[in-house]
């Protein structure tokens, strides 16, 4: 079965500083590539995702680059803010395989 | 839509009892997952449906564990009898998109505890 490795676990930035958050992935038949944010005692909810046809994609301050020859992508957070202060989650495969998720701490 | 719905929120329970989980969920989706979420494995997909059919049950731990999907409303998670180490968010989610890689609901999840 597939294998998503996230890294960092942990990750701290200064406010409008930029974040970014590395994914590697086994399975080459995957082809869908989500992220999700989870608030604290919250559900995951979707960000952005990408397909295996695309090589980047950006939506406002967040941005999705994949590297289907290497398996790897990554989520690239520009500005952050406090409100970014989260636990990340990468995913691959069908059904979602899930990384082990990045806490993303946005200190003012 | 309401999204999709999972009771409870909260259960406490002790070792040996038996626990039901349950989740409605968004009308027209036709995939639906369980997940589990602890600190020390993160989510693991458990079980899947696809238009009310089990899919894959390879993530079910054991087989105290067990998952129905009588209709397409409505699913529940059994776990019988519990134990402490099946402390975990559960969390149920559905999808559309004829495929199971479209953009996952989640429910807000049931946190259980067994004592």
């Known amino acids: 079965g597939e294998n998503v490795e996230q890294h960092p676990s942990t990750l701290s930035v200064q406010e409008g500083d930029s974040a970014v958050i590395k994914c590697t992935y086994s399975d080459s038949a995957s082809n869908y590539f989500p992220w999700y944010k989870q608030e604290l005692g919250k559900r995951p909810q979707l960000i952005i995702d990408?397909?295996?046809?695309?090589g980047e994609k950006k939506d406002q301050r967040i941005a999705v680059t994949l590297n289907k020859t290497a398996k790897h992508f990554s989520l690239h957070i520009t500005e952050t803010q406090p409100e970014d202060s989260a636990v990340y989650f990468c995913a691959a495969s069908s059904p979602l395989t899930f990384g082990s998720g990045t806490q993303l701490t946005v200190l003012p | 839509d309401a999204g999709v719905i999972q009771s409870p929120r909260h259960e406490v329970t002790e070792m040996g009892q038996e626990v039901t989980l349950r989740c409605k969920p968004i009308s027209g989706h036709d995939y639906l997952f369980w997940y589990r979420q602890t600190m020390m494995r993160g989510l693991e997909l458990l079980i899947y449906f696809n238009n009310n059919v089990p899919i894959d049950d390879s993530g079910m731990p054991e087989d105290r564990f067990s998952a129905k999907m009588p209709n397409a409303s409505f699913s529940t998670l059994k776990i019988q009898p519990s134990e402490p180490r099946d402390s975990a968010v559960y969390f149920c989610?559905?999808?559309?998109?004829?495929?199971?890689?479209?953009?996952?609901?989640f429910g807000e999840g049931s946190r259980l505890t067994v004592l």
């Open positions: 989610a559905s999808s559309l998109m004829g495929q199971p890689t479209g953009e996952l609901f």
């Open positions: 990408i397909r295996s046809n695309v």
